[in-house]
């Protein structure tokens, strides 16, 4: 059908399997202008804008505010003000998906398929005011059975599985009962509850734990601190030890994309950091070539831009390897769930005073407990444990190396 033009999510990043609407800047009736930005969409924890490639009018919305949507779902319509209603409406309920194709092939595509493709998708069997008064009534359209033309769902649809769904939670005690609150999942918790459930599901880990002798490199932490202008911590020390590993062991330095093994000659640190709306992997490029002073300088800048959620794209992808440290909050010893695609992730606790033998004798030392969780797909447990091995070198060279500065 020429003069319509689909509006699907786009695949925003090899890693993208779906977004979420978080606004629109137009409404249905709005004129398009080709570069116009229509909506804002988040994915991977990122806010991006989708510039429309075309003019026209801004027909059909199909997905709303909040609304989360696969790779190729179809979100809107946008068509010539020539187009007539019936001749959208068909567009919609023969829609098949195919993003990444051009305009024409898209529409070409969509206007051959058969309306069976979308027998499935709720939101292109409904209408705003139908969509509308299923949140209101809190029902989830993916649950309705539609009972108009071509099994659209209407609002008499709606209020049926409403009073149904009301009846479900009588019996089960499913209610607003005094001193619960419910809090819905925002879309960043939404994006790490799924992609991290995936990973625990499809990734098959192994984990590996030793403990390390801080002491010499806590000495050289102090050294610097009163050299230097920026203050480091042991966590900035680490990560200067662990891209030195890398560069050392790179069969630990890896991503498994689509069955093909990405080895990374650069260790692209994913470093965890917390925030009110969750954990961002934020990305220290090639951390080997950088000191721990710059280490330190790079990781408060990108716990700033988290904090006040201005992470861009280029923060959060790339990187090839994860360290995450929960020792700052008490915790001694812990697993992490690999972040897909990369191949392993380091969990840090934290450095404790324990009783040692040294030289035969007993003594006191600051020891701090890692954990490797690697992806047996990829990673052996040897290479694993050599990965260690190694960081366990580096931490000891940092403290008695006086030039890392």
């Known amino acids: 059908m020429s003069g319509i033009y689909p509006i699907a999510v786009p695949k925003w ?11 629109w ?27 429309s490639p075309c003019s026209g009018v801004l027909r059909r919305i199909l997905a709303e505010e909040g609304d989360a949507r696969p790779v190729g779902a179809l979100l809107g319509v946008i068509a010539s003000p020539e187009v007539d209603d019936a001749s959208v409406e068909e567009f ?38 139908v969509r509308r008064l299923a949140e209101e009534l809190s029902v989830d359209l993916n649950s309705v059975t539609g009972t108009g033309r071509r099994n659209r769902i209407t609002e008499e649809d709606v209020r049926a599985a409403a009073s149904a769904q009301a009846g479900e939670q009588a019996v089960t005690g499913e209610d607003d009962s005094p001193g619960v609150e419910r ?15 995936e990973a625990k599901q499809t990734i098959p880990h192994f984990y590996l734990s030793v403990d390390y002798n801080l002491e010499g490199l806590i000495a050289r932490r102090a050294a610097l601190n009163a050299e ?13 030890c662990v891209a030195r590993a890398l560069a050392r062991e790179p069969r630990v330095n890896v991503n498994l994309v689509d069955d093909v093994i990405h080895q990374f000659r650069d260790a692209n640190i994913a470093v965890a950091i917390a925030t009110d709306d969750g954990l961002y992997p934020a990305t220290l490029r090639k951390a080997q070539t950088l000191s721990p002073v710059q280490i330190s300088r790079a990781v408060s800048a990108l716990g700033e831009k988290a904090a006040a959620g201005e992470l861009q794209r280029e923060d959060i992808t790339g990187a090839s390897f994860t360290v995450s440290n ?25 450095a404790e005073e324990k009783l040692v033998v040294k030289d035969g004798a007993p003594a006191v030392a600051n ?3 890692a954990t490797l969780s690697c992806d047996h797909r990829v990673i052996d447990g040897a290479v694993g444990a050599q990965f260690l091995q190694v960081l366990g070198e580096e931490l000891t060279a940092l403290g008695d190396n006086a030039d890392a500065v």
Request: glycine fraction near 10%; proline fraction near 5%.
């Open 92 to 129: 919609i309920n023969s829609y098949a998906g195919d993003v990444g194709k051009t305009p024409d092939s898209a529409s070409t595509a969509a206007a051959t398929a058969t309306p069976a493709g979308n027998a499935g998708n709720a939101n292109v069997r409904s209408n705003p005011a």
């Open 228 to 240: 230097a202008g920026q203050k480091v911590s042991v966590n900035d020390l680490i990560i200067y």
């Open 367 to 369: 020891m701090l407990s």
């Open 13 to 23: 990043g090899i890693e993208m399997v779906e977004g979420t609407i978080s606004s």
């Open 326 to 350: 929960l020792g700052m909050f008490g915790v001694t010893r812990f697993t992490a769930i690999i972040n897909p695609p990369m191949g392993a992730i380091l969990a840090l606790g934290k």
């Open 183 to 197: 809090i819905a999942l925002s879309p960043t918790r939404k994006t790490i509850a799924k992609r991290l459930t």
């Open 25 to 51: 800047n137009k409404r249905e009736g709005d004129p398009v202008e080709k570069g116009d930005e229509v909506f804002e969409m988040e994915s991977d924890k990122i806010v991006n804008v989708w510039e």
